[in-house]
């Protein structure tokens, strides 16, 4: 427990320190935000934000996960480095895809399909590696079972899991990079997902099933490694925290498609290897409903020959089309996805105690 607290705290203070100084490294190499032509026109003064500020997300978090083991002496887990690894990888998609705005000094970075064929490669090797690395109990990070609040007796083969976790980390990498339009809205949604994956991963540890005294309770879990990843959980949402500081309204730096791939990279992960495949729904609400939102407006407009459904997808600029202001628009949108973390753990909760 001191870990996870530790991690968190060395993730704030990390994050908050010294991303101004990456502030200043950024802004003097030049690397600020492009802006589409086609977006909302009251984005066009933030033109030339510091961006790929994903980089102190994802350095903070390993440092503070790596940190925290040296410091507390616990031994580093196969699962939590399987997440880290899966983190980097997309991190480092995502920020080939903001480099080459930067080079290019226009929007358009990496091609969709070079961007999906990246993030698949990371997801599939995540599946892949997932499937090794059994403890004493014969546990693997990720299970061929599905799951909900706990696996479940559907079980699919290796094939299969590798594309449903491909479809996973792709869908919530996307649907995160599809968030992040407005100061500090995609930054401040993840750090209340990833506290309730402290919160799941904390209550799986002390029900776990490899525990003695839970050995005769029906339903105690079967999870390989849930303190540590709620350890990283809890550097993730400190990372996130201390970020947020210089990333809310007016944001002095961007976190860019580096962070945002890598964020919705950790939030698979965590689901995933926690055994909660199916609640990310509710989890990671905010991120499915603003998903949809492009999907409906996409699929609409192609079926109805050039109508609209939004004035402009992802949602939250349909809002500012209709003229509400900035942070009326983030703080009800992380209103709405606290309400559905809570949502979510409480049917966690909930099936524990029903069950």
Do not use: D
């Given at each position: 427990m001191k870990g996870i607290l530790l991690a968190g705290t060395l993730a704030t203070l990390g994050s908050f320190l010294f991303t101004p100084v990456f502030i200043r490294i950024l802004a003097k190499r030049g690397y600020g935000q492009m802006i589409r032509d086609d977006g909302p026109k009251s984005h066009h003064s933030k033109r030339g934000t510091p961006t790929m500020g994903g980089i102190i997300l994802i350095g903070g978090t390993s440092a503070s996960y790596l940190l925290s083991h040296l410091v507390t002496g616990e031994k580093m887990t196969s699962s939590a480095l399987l997440v880290?690894?899966?983190?980097?990888g997309l991190g480092a998609v995502g920020f080939l895809d903001d480099?080459?705005?930067?080079v290019r000094q226009n929007s358009q970075g990496l091609r969709a399909k070079q961007k999906l064929f990246g993030q698949a490669i990371f997801a599939a090797s995540f599946a892949i590696a997932g499937l090794h690395f059994r403890d004493q109990a014969g546990l693997t990070p990720i299970s061929l079972h599905l799951s909900t609040v706990r696996e479940t007796s559907l079980k699919l083969g290796s094939v299969l899991l590798v594309l449903w976790v491909i479809f996973l980390v792709l869908g919530t990498s996307n649907g995160v990079n599809l968030a992040d339009g407005l100061d500090g809205l995609a930054t401040g949604a993840a750090i209340m997902t990833f506290i309730a994956f402290v919160v799941i991963g904390v209550w799986e540890f002390k029900q776990s099933c490899g525990l003695e005294q839970n050995t005769i309770i029906?339903?105690?879990y079967v999870v390989r490694d849930p303190l540590d990843m709620a350890l990283l959980a809890a550097a993730l949402a400190g990372s996130c925290a201390g970020f947020l500081w210089w990333n809310a309204s007016p944001a002095k730096i961007f976190m860019g498609d580096v962070g945002s791939l890598a964020l919705g990279g950790a939030i698979a992960g965590l689901a995933i290897t926690?055994?909660?495949e199916f609640l990310l729904a509710?989890?990671?609400g905010l991120f499915v409903i603003i998903t949809l939102s492009v999907i409906i407006q996409t699929g609409y407009f192609k079926l109805s020959g050039g109508k609209r459904v939004f004035k402009m997808a992802p949602l939250q600029h349909h809002f500012e089309l209709l003229g509400w202001g900035e942070v009326t628009i983030v703080i009800r949108f992380w209103i709405i996805a606290g309400m559905t973390v809570a949502a979510g753990l409480g049917i966690f909760y909930g099936q524990w105690v029903v069950a």
């Open positions: 880290l690894a899966l983190i980097i480099y080459l705005k930067v029906s339903k105690c926690l055994r909660t509710l989890l990671g």
